[in-house]
């Protein structure tokens, strides 16, 4: 047993545990690719698997740190291959053909996504199968599932990088009345069965992003009862919303201890 000192516990806290979800086109996969922006976070892995990654690959300064090796992409073609990233990382030793040096962030982006494959392939279907045409998964399935991604959580969050995992939000509406719209009661992240609970349970901020008036963008980053989003802040360093949020800018909270209310 390793008794835990306050120089582990400080080395432990300069680094981001996010896990953030929001409705497509809210900027999470342009808001994980930010780290390539800054020394502090740079270079950045990032991990994709049927991400919206269009947008990073059309900025020209995402661009321009991909050519100079601030930012390297890798697409996923199943979730095992998870297991090669976990290595590398683990290891601290990343392909040349991959990075030219290891990363300080990396973000997989995205969760939903490589959790829907999975419920497909353990169903016996091929990952493109049509829905009507799909075998429905056995509760044997979920089990696994759930174990997949407590383990997933458990293993990466514990890497000595800031970490960020992306994914779609799922909404929760109240009961229906005949002649009214349906009424939101909360937003969570869109994962399925008990993974939608213990996956965040692993993260220290779990972030909700949100569309705002004109190029802002803006994300809660506490419980707010307005719209009762699942989110969550145990590191005490940020406010409840941050206006054009990047990774530098959190990364500069968290090492300074909060941020200026």
Not at 49 to 56: D, E, G, K, L
Not at 109 to 123: C, G, H, I, P, Y
Not at 185 to 209: C, H, I, N, S, W
Request: proline share 7%; aromatic share 10%; glycine share 8%.
């Amino acid at each position: 047993m390793q008794k835990v000192s306050q120089e582990m516990l400080e080395e432990e806290a300069k680094y981001l545990r996010l896990c953030v979800y929001g409705e497509p086109g809210s900027g999470k996969t342009w808001f994980g690719a930010s780290a390539a922006m800054d020394e502090e976070t740079a270079p950045v892995l990032f991990v994709e698997y049927r991400a919206q990654i269009a947008s990073v690959r059309s900025n020209p300064e995402y661009v321009k740190a991909m050519e100079d090796g601030r930012l390297a992409i890798v697409t996923l073609d199943k979730y095992s291959e998870l297991d090669h990233v976990y290595t590398w990382a683990v290891t601290g030793k990343f392909p040349e053909s991959v990075m030219p040096r290891p990363p300080k962030t990396i973000v997989i982006d995205s969760l939903t996504e490589l959790q829907r494959a999975e419920v497909m392939r353990k169903a016996g279907n091929p990952v493109g199968k049509f829905l009507a045409d799909v075998d429905p998964p056995q509760i044997q399935h979920w089990g696994t599932l759930l174990n997949q991604f407590t383990l997933l959580a458990n293993l990466f969050y514990k890497l000595p990088y800031h970490l960020i995992f992306i994914g779609l939000e799922a909404v929760d509406y109240g009961p229906r009345v005949v002649g009214q719209a349906p009424t939101v009661v909360g937003t969570r992240l869109a994962l399925q069965g008990q993974a939608q609970r213990q996956f965040p349970a692993y993260a220290l901020t779990v972030m909700r992003m949100e569309r705002a008036p004109k190029t802002l963008k803006c994300f809660a980053v506490g419980y707010t009862q307005s719209t009762k989003s699942k989110t969550k802040e145990q590191t005490g360093c940020f406010p409840e919303k941050i206006g054009g949020p990047t990774i530098p800018k959190m990364v500069k909270m968290l090492r300074e201890g909060g941020y200026e209310k």
